[in-house]
Nanobody, 126 residues
Framework: QVQLVESGGGWVRPGESLRLSCAAS????????MGWFRQAPGKDREFVGA????????LYAVPVKGRFAISRDSAKNTVSLQMNNVVPEDTGIYYC???????????????????WGQGTQVTVSP
């Protein structure tokens, strides 16, 4: 009923910037939280950042603090991840995720999200 589609991935050099987008489609959808996760080859999925439904609360993983920023367009049910000053360690498949249910949650916990995109590859190399 709800589909999430990421876009904007690709190859970039260290120090450059990249902007990922995630669009929700399907039935009317009002997410209470939207997050970004990534997974490097051979590694577990890890939290990148997330924002609450109204955008008042945002959380970022330590490795990306000060470099990444999340923005939302509530009218379009989209969320973007601005990646600045990227480093090779940022390489991985980036997934967007959404939670529809309300309540108090931990934004960094992947288990709280019920909808997931298929992911978009980001490669950072010289």
């Amino acid at each position: 009923q709800v589909q999430l589609v990421e876009s904007g991935g690709g190859w970039v050099r260290p120090g450059e910037s990249l902007r990922l987008s995630c669009a929700a489609s399907g039935r009317a959808f009002r997410p209470s939280a939207m997050g970004w996760f990534r997974q490097a080859p051979g590694k577990d999925r890890e939290f990148v950042g997330a924002t609450s439904g109204n955008g008042d609360v945002s959380l970022y993983a330590v490795p990306v603090k000060g470099r990444f920023a999340i923005s939302r367009d509530s009218a379009k049910n989209t969320v973007s991840l601005q990646m600045n000053n990227v480093v090779p360690e940022d390489t991985g498949i980036y997934y967007c995720a959404a939670r529809e249910q309300g309540g108090i949650i931990v934004l960094s916990d992947s288990a709280v999200y019920q909808y997931w995109g298929q992911g978009t590859q980001v490669t950072v190399s010289p």
